[in-house]
Nanobody
Framework: QVQLVESGGGLVQAGGSLTLSCAAS????????MGWFRQAPGKEREFVAA????????YYEDSVKGRVTISRENTKNTVSLRMNSLKPEDTAVYYC????????????????WGQGTQVTVSS
């Protein structure tokens, strides 16, 4: 089994930046693709970004494209999510997960979910 742990969340002023990290342990491989989702209170879980196992290919949700960058550090089995120009509507619990189908933005095509890290953006 692969275990994912998110970190880096916190309280940020609107317009600020934040970097989240997803650390993988257990039966991991540098070839594993990784993805980020978020879920705000009262809303469905929403796709944010994904990165291929080689770190070269990525895709993003249109609503965050240009403000978000996903990257990989294979040596530490870590994937990061850099978020700029944060807005109050970015407030959510952010999760990382493993995609079962490359290119999907559906929660049903991801697994091995972490416990999440809280991001709160104040106005």
């Amino acid at each position: 089994q692969v275990q994912l742990v998110e970190s880096g969340g916190g309280l940020v002023q609107a317009g600020g930046s934040l970097t989240l990290s997803c650390a993988a342990s257990g039966r991991t491989s540098p070839n594993y693709a990784m993805g980020w989702f978020r879920q705000a209170p009262g809303k469905e879980r929403e796709f944010v970004a994904a990165i291929a196992g080689n770190g070269g290919s990525t895709y993003y949700e249109d609503s965050v494209k240009g403000r978000v960058t996903i990257s990989r550090e294979n040596t530490k089995n870590t994937v990061s999510l850099r978020m700029n120009s944060l807005k109050p509507e970015d407030t959510a619990v952010y999760y990382c997960a493993l995609p079962r189908r490359w290119g999907s933005k559906s929660t049903g095509d991801f697994g091995s979910w972490g416990q999440g890290t809280q991001v709160t953006v104040s106005s």
